[in-house]
């Protein structure tokens, strides 16, 4: 430990409780590695507030000693966004004690929620009142409302509703110098210059710590059906999407895999079934709901639209789950994807985003690109389709050394699929940020005018550099090996 640091937990021990400051190796250890096990770092304590103006305190005696700081939620990220520097010389700040539901507005149907706030948290308390937060991922069970909304985070409901950004009416935020940003009146109409909320939404940690937030909540799904397609290709799958939205606006999600993914899915998981009798190289997943149990139910009108699709050959066999347990199973699959992917061993993951109209020829030829470039590599991806984000993973050749694949390979392969994106239009990150693991392609592949902005905002929030070091835009220019 630094003497700064020393000195600043000093002085935060007069200010804070004994829980709030953390340092026996054997508690930090858990939350120096991400999620996915790529980036370890180290942190010499763990700061845990359970208050705004606890928060503030510290923002201040990390701004007045120049120690970093890293905020750092359910450690769910995929991009490295929430793990200290190697070299120790930051504090990690959990947002986990700040964990309280401050309101739920039924009528106006909002929630103010704390950063440390799990998301099935949120949605279980918003059902009691006959509502729900309709944004869900994989990392539900685990992922906090401040890190999705540092990370303006997608999932599969995006369809319908949009990302964190469009579901955030609110921010609380404490600035560096012990500040506090009160964004959570939710106002329909606020014109006193810059969006401040909107711009700290997706900043992942590097301008402010977010302490709250107000969300938007929806009507509770009162009837829902989850159906399974099997159809010839993506391109297929686009036109059955095309054809449903114009049918209803009761379509909340509709995800696509290729036949492999799926067979990695049910291989990961001992209790998984593949919900299609025979092979069909493509698959998707479709959910319809409804607020009420009036009119047509979501089972019918699926039955309905997906018999006349299989009539027009968009799909070759679809199944609709005959129970609430079966539609959960089939969102397990889905839900499991990431998991199974790692399982298969190393290999780069991409999180990006391509015209929607672009994605499914791009999801054939990538994936033959990548093959023909890197012998023996496996790539293919699955994602949302109707919003074009697609999470596209290069697999490494069998038998590779993990070691060599990610200190050698991985970055030429990373290389060769973000210049395949950029060529479409596309952008390198759809929902899972930039954090440590992308700053330099964000370097290379952003404009000049991207990259002098982003600086401009980072140097007014944080001149010194000290929240959430490394990640998403440093102050000085990264050098990039051309």
């Not at 496996?378 to 200190?407: E, I, Q």
Request: proline fraction near 6%.
């Amino acid at each position: 430990m630094t003497p700064a640091q020393s000195h600043m937990l000093e002085a935060l021990s007069r200010q804070l409780d004994h829980k709030s400051i953390i340092i026996d190796p054997s508690d930090i250890a858990p939350w120096l590695v991400d999620w996915r096990g790529r980036f370890h770092g180290a942190a010499p304590a763990i700061l845990a507030p359970r208050s705004t103006e606890e928060v503030a305190a510290i923002a201040a005696a990390a701004r007045d000693h120049r120690v970093p700081l890293v905020p750092q939620g359910g450690n769910t990220s995929m991009v490295g966004g929430a793990t200290p520097p190697a070299d120790g010389g930051a504090f990690l700040l959990s947002m986990r004690r700040m964990a309280r539901i401050r309101a739920v507005d039924a009528d106006a149907g909002l929630a103010i929620a704390e950063a440390g706030v799990i998301l099935d948290t949120l949605d279980m308390t918003a059902r009691d009142h006959g509502l729900r937060f309709p944004l869900t991922l994989g990392a539900r069970g685990s992922a906090t409302i401040g890190g999705l909304v540092s990370t303006n985070a997608g999932g599969t409901q995006v369809l319908r509703f949009g990302t964190m950004r469009g579901l955030v009416a609110g921010v609380e935020a404490v600035l560096l110098d012990g500040t506090v940003h009160d964004g959570l009146s939710a106002l329909k109409k606020d014109n006193r210059g810059y969006d401040i909320d909107q711009l700290l939404i997706g900043s992942e940690g590097t301008l402010a710590i977010i302490t709250a937030a107000t969300l938007r909540l929806v009507p509770a799904v009162a009837a829902r059906a989850v159906a399974w397609i099997g159809l010839s290709g993506p391109d297929v799958a686009l036109r059955l999407l095309r054809r449903l939205q114009a049918a209803t606006d009761r379509i909340e999600s509709f995800e696509i895999l290729p036949a492999e993914t799926l067979a990695a899915a049910i291989a990961h998981d001992p209790a998984a079934r593949a919900p299609l009798d025979g092979d069909h190289a493509w698959h998707v997943l479709v959910e319809a709901t409804a607020p009420s149990t009036e009119g047509e139910s979501p089972a019918a009108l699926l039955e309905r639209l997906l018999g006349s699709a299989l009539e027009a050959g968009l799909a070759e066999d679809a199944v609709i789950a005959a129970s609430e347990a079966q539609a959960a199973a089939f969102w397990r699959i889905r839900d499991s994807l990431s998991a199974a992917e790692r399982a298969l061993g190393p290999a780069t993951q991409h999180d990006i985003s391509i015209p929607v109209d672009a994605m499914p020829r791009f999801m054939l030829d990538a994936s033959a690109a990548c093959e023909a470039r890197f012998p023996g590599a496996r790539a293919s991806g699955f994602g949302h389709l109707g919003d074009g984000n697609v999470h596209f993973h290069v697999r490494a050749p069998k038998g590779t050394d993990p070691a060599r694949w990610y200190g050698e390979d991985a970055a030429v392969v990373t290389r060769f699929v973000d210049d395949l994106v950029v060529a479409v239009g596309g952008s390198i990150s759809a929902e899972h940020g930039i954090g440590q693991m992308k700053t330099g392609e964000l370097e290379r592949l952003s404009s000049p005018a991207r990259m002098s902005i982003l600086r401009s905002v980072k140097a007014a929030f944080d001149p010194h550099g000290l929240l959430n070091p490394g990640k998403l835009v440093t102050l000085a220019p990264a050098r990039v090996t051309p």
